[in-house]
Nanobody, 124 residues
Framework: QVQLVESGGGLVQAGDSLRLSCAASGRTFSSYAMGWFRQAPGKEREFVAAISRTGSSTPYADSVKGRFTISRDNAKNTVYLQMSGLKPEDTAVYYC?????????????????WGQGTQVTVSS
């Protein structure tokens, strides 16, 4: 089992950049595929990005492709989401997630472990 704690959210202006971090507990972090999802008010939680155990596979949602970058540091048990060119429509609670089957899937049910979320607000 793994516990996930997100940080780095905040209030920024359109066009700004922000980096989210997700710290994972346990000594088997490198065995998990990791992902980021987000949920805006009144909307369903949606896939943002995922990263495989070694970082060799990094699928992205079309809405963030070219603006967001997911990465991981297995030595630090941390996954990151670098967000640039932020838009008001990126405003949401961002959730870190993990699965132990190593698959970089894009659907909610593919992940067993979730963090508590961090708020990102982008003003226009």
């Amino acid at each position: 089992q793994v516990q996930l704690v997100e940080s780095g959210g905040g209030l920024v202006q359109a066009g700004d950049s922000l980096r989210l971090s997700c710290a994972a507990s346990g000594r088997t972090f490198s065995s998990y595929a990791m992902g980021w999802f987000r949920q805006a008010p009144g909307k369903e939680r949606e896939f943002v990005a995922a990263i495989s155990r070694t970082g060799s596979s990094t699928p992205y949602a079309d809405s963030v492709k070219g603006r967001f970058t997911i990465s991981r540091d297995n030595a630090k048990n941390t996954v990151y989401l670098q967000m640039s060119g932020l838009k008001p429509e990126d405003t949401a609670v961002y959730y870190c997630t993990a699965n132990d089957n190593g698959r970089t899937v894009t659907f909610l049910s593919g992940y067993a472990y979730w963090g508590q979320g961090t708020q990102v607000t982008v003003s226009s």
